[in-house]
């Protein structure tokens, strides 16, 4: 299956393609390729209402990550024993609230959606910014996946967190 992208939203025009094409390069990167991911693009209003739901923050945000393995530490590979196990989970990417970011840094859109896919991959498995040095470990983790991707794209892409460590 690989990774199945769905695009729920009509606010912000989308080059799923190009999205699809990055996210597989960063699955080859981490060494998850065997397992299934689902990445749902979703407006303001639908990534606010889950936001409230599962973080109890009544706002839009960029990403949402849902983990299939719920308890992975950080670093680890998923133990999938089961076809039906070969899954990261999901991520939902508030595309329209990326726009807006985008627009007020006058940022490339395209290359922020997949540096915030890439920072929600690292939420499935197992990275969380709660502490400091939580923060610090996945933002070392983020930085090697970009500079990695950079190289297999001839990218220029820059982790979110150097620029938004505010918002934790």
Known sequence: MGVVLRNLQNVVPLRRARLRKDVETLRH???????????????????????KIYRK???????????????????????????????????????????????ETSSDFHGTLTVVAAHGICHLLGYRHETEEEFDEMSQRESYILSEFNRLTGSHLEPLTKSSTQDR
């Open 29 to 51: 990167i981490l060494g998850v390729q065997k397992f299934d991911l689902g990445i749902v693009c979703v407006d303001n209003r639908k990534i606010q209402h889950l936001n």
């Open 57 to 103: 923050k009544d706002i839009p945000t960029d990403v949402l990550a849902f983990p299939f393995y719920e308890d992975l530490r950080p670093g680890k590979m998923p133990c999938a024993l089961h076809r039906d196990e070969f899954n990261l989970g999901d991520i939902f990417l508030g595309v329209e609230y990326i726009m807006q970011q985008c627009r």
